[in-house]
């Protein structure tokens, strides 16, 4: 699938869709139980590798809803959100000033990663519906 299609796409879901994700209630969760944005799975995997993540960095490339961003920055982190959405990341740093959180927010694409730094980070997360839609796995 061309990248641009994808990036309209998302910035298209980002003003629509993705409206759920974004509410009150499902931001005030968050804040109140980081944790609860991951499957317990996953953060365990998550807490096995990194028992504390105070001061660790860490990237979400095709961050989406931003909420594990959010989560870790809430859990101590600090957190680069990258994701193709212009829309997602405008969205999202709204609800992030809003609440005072400091989170980096680039625009990029998750295949290519070219504005952030390599070696940077302590630990790169995505979920798994970012894989569904990845054309080439190997070199992601």
């Known amino acids: 699938m061309n990248q641009n299609h994808v990036k309209n796409i998302w910035n298209q879901w980002s003003d629509t869709w993705y ?5 009150d209630e499902a931001i005030s969760k968050i804040a109140a139980n980081p944790e609860s944005a991951f499957h317990p799975t996953t ?3 998550i807490k096995t590798a990194f028992p504390d993540l105070l001061g660790k960095k860490i990237c979400v490339p095709s961050s989406g ?3 594990a961003v959010f989560a870790f920055h809430l859990m101590g982190a600090k957190v680069t959100s990258c994701d193709i959405s212009e829309r997602q990341l405008e969205n999202s740093s709204r609800i992030a000033e809003q609440h005072g959180w400091d989170i980096e927010f680039v625009c990029d694409d998750t ?3 070219g504005h952030v730094n390599s070696d940077e980070y302590d630990f790169v997360y995505t979920s798994n519906g970012v ?3 990845i054309t080439d796995l190997n070199s992601m």
């Open 43 to 45: 953060l365990s995997m």
């Open 19 to 23: 409206l759920k994700y974004r509410t």
């Open 111 to 113: 295949m290519k990663l």
């Open 131 to 133: 894989h569904i839609w």
């Open 65 to 67: 809803d931003n909420h």
